[in-house]
């Protein structure tokens, strides 16, 4: 419903290149048939393990598969003329298992054992994104998920605030520090396509919020290094809604109707606004659904520990109550009246 003619799907062959690095957000299509999973995944269940989709020649969409992992990240791999970015590994190490290292080197130019240098980096370092790490070691480019290693490999020196920039030739790739949902969040914006890649910064989904000051502090800071420029869409690490903008169950293998993966330049626009209305713990503003699951927990945890004092309270008064009777009966049946 947010998309625009699929135009770089259906140009001749010969505009594809002019599509991909126009200096204007390039009107491709993320209308991808994407597995909805299953209720029951089955053992012997037949499933592509990664799902690949090509926004446009050098732009492309990998989602692993749900019935492979509930967690079902997006990652993406952008082709520049010298050297290729992929921005996450997934949810699982495995290579037999998700074969993530051997699809996306068959993804980039050149030949086996001469293929495009390629960098491995991250939205954040949650597990879910960076499991595959270990895929990618022999080849080199591997930025580690840490603080330490992406402050120092973008030279970030003074995070959170400035920007770096990754040049994948002719194609400049802008890297925001965006801390809040996790110390090490980064946004990428691909100045070509006009694409912002948010990781679970922004996704249709759950944001989980870690630190509140720093994540309402990025959040302003990514709007105003964006407000001025094009913005095609805003591509998430998950999606967890439906169309309907109700929310899966969590750890739900089955997405049926799923809401598109694309967000809006406007609702990354609106994200500081949701973020100030954050009451702490949940609140839902508008299609945000921001939550703090630390404290969550704690506050569950609270409300079943005061379910236990008072179930003991009652239990003691009940048995309290029951051996006064008992008494009372033995003493009158030594005094009877």
Known sequence: MRLSAPIGFFAPCLLAPLLAFSAEPAPDSLE?????????????????????????????????????????PFLYLLIGDKQALL??????????????????????????????????????GHLDHRAGDPQFERAGG???????????????????????RVDLGDRIVDVLPAPGHHPA?????????????????????????????????????????????????????????????????WQSTFHPDEHPLQLTKADLMALP????????????????????PVRMLIAVAAAAAIVLVLLGALTYRFFRRRARRVQNLQVQRINPS
């Open 32 to 72: 991808a048939p994407w597995d909805a999973g299953a209720k029951t995944c089955a053992a012997g269940r037949p499933l592509e393990p990664i799902q690949v989709h090509r926004f446009n020649a050098q732009t492309i969409v990998l989602r692993q598969n749900l019935c492979s992992t509930w967690e079902a």
């Open 87 to 124: 921005i996450d590994t997934g949810d699982i190490a495995d290579p037999s298992a998700m074969p993530l290292e051997s699809t996306v080197m068959s993804l980039l130019p050149g030949e086996p054992g001469a293929k495009m240098p390629l960098i491995v980096a991250h939205s954040h």
């Open 185 to 249: 969040q980064l946004v990428y914006y691909d100045r070509n396509t006009g694409l912002v890649f948010s990781g679970d910064f922004l996704l249709p989904g759950r944001l989980l919020v870690d630190d509140l000051a720093a994540y309402q502090a990025s959040a302003r800071g990514v709007a105003a290094f964006l407000r001025d420029k094009p913005v095609s869409y805003v591509l998430g690490g998950h999606v967890e809604k439906n169309r309907a903008g109700e929310l899966f169950s």
């Open 273 to 292: 606004e949701a973020l100030r209305k954050f009451n702490g713990l949940y609140t839902e503003t508008g299609p945000f659904i921001v939550e703090n």
């Open 142 to 164: 591997l930025v580690p998920a840490d603080l330490q290693h992406v402050r120092k490999y973008f030279g970030f020196d003074a995070w959170p605030n400035g920007s770096a």
